[in-house]
T-cell receptor, first 115, second 111 residues
Framework: GAGVSQTPSNKVTEKGKYVELRCDPI?????LYWYRQSLGQGPEFLIYFQGTGAADDSGLPNDRFFAVRPEGSVSTLKIQRTERGDSAVYLC?????????????FGPGTRLTVL | KQEVTQIPAALSVPEGENLVLNCSFTDSAIYNLQWFRQDPGKGLTSLLLIQSSQREQTSGRLNASLDKSSGRSTLYIAASQPGDSATYLCAVETGRRALTFGSGTRLQVQP
């Protein structure tokens, strides 16, 4: 596709459940990022993939959060034992990963609500 | 730790006015700065990227400047239109590839 796509657009789950959020980056982009945005705030970094490997996962809040990108394209963000505080919009971005000219392009986000 | 601040938090102007949005960052060792637009309930649209060696970038009615040494960037919007109403976010990349964002300026352009 022409841009970054994310599914689902909305996800409502109950506390304690497991959820998976999917991201399809722009074709050919080697770098993929996950961010989380709470209401009224700017996005906060979670994890960055360079190809198939997680180059920087320092933004993951705890070990309930995990992300994979097995073939260097599509990525899945996985959240175990969800808590109400996990409710937010989860944004995915991709880029060509060129240092100094690394324009990131964002998807429409997945709005996660934990009841 | 890099911190990004955007002032003002909200701005309301009549249509046709020229306006300036401000962004400041605490660590001047950046690789680039990116300005985004976010419409309610939507993702981020990239507007302009300024590399650390550049002083400004222009796209249509938008002009972004960068003063890396003082840790400041401005986004200038000429002849504002109601369709410009959105939240504008600035973000810096400091070599970790991750972007650090400000909280945004919510702009309302009144017809």
């Amino acid at each position: 596709g022409a841009g970054v796509s994310q599914t689902p657009s909305n996800k409502v789950t109950e506390k304690g459940k497991y959820v998976e959020l999917r991201c399809d980056p722009i074709s050919g982009h080697t770098a993929l990022y996950w961010y989380r945005q709470s209401l009224g705030q700017g996005p906060e970094f979670l994890i960055y993939f360079q190809g198939t490997g997680a180059a920087d996962d320092s933004g993951l809040p705890n070990d309930r959060f995990f992300a994979v990108r097995p073939e260097g394209s599509v990525s899945t963000l996985k959240i175990q034992r969800t808590e109400r505080g996990d409710s937010a919009v989860y944004l995915c971005a991709s880029s060509s990963d060129r240092l100094g000219n690394n324009e990131q392009f964002f998807g429409p986000g997945t709005r996660l609500t934990v009841l | 730790k890099q911190e990004v601040t955007q002032i003002p938090a909200a701005l309301s102007v009549p249509e046709g006015e020229n306006l300036v949005l401000n962004c400041s960052f605490t660590d001047s060792a950046i690789y680039n700065l990116q300005w985004f637009r976010q419409d309610p309930g939507k993702g981020l649209t990239s507007l302009l990227l300024i590399q650390s060696s550049q002083r400004e970038q222009t796209s249509g009615r938008l002009n972004a400047s960068l003063d890396k040494s003082s840790g400041r960037s401005t986004l200038y919007i000429a002849a504002s239109q109601p369709g410009d109403s959105a939240t504008y976010l600035c973000a810096v990349e400091t070599g970790r590839r991750a972007l650090t964002f400000g909280s945004g300026t919510r702009l309302q352009v009144q017809p």
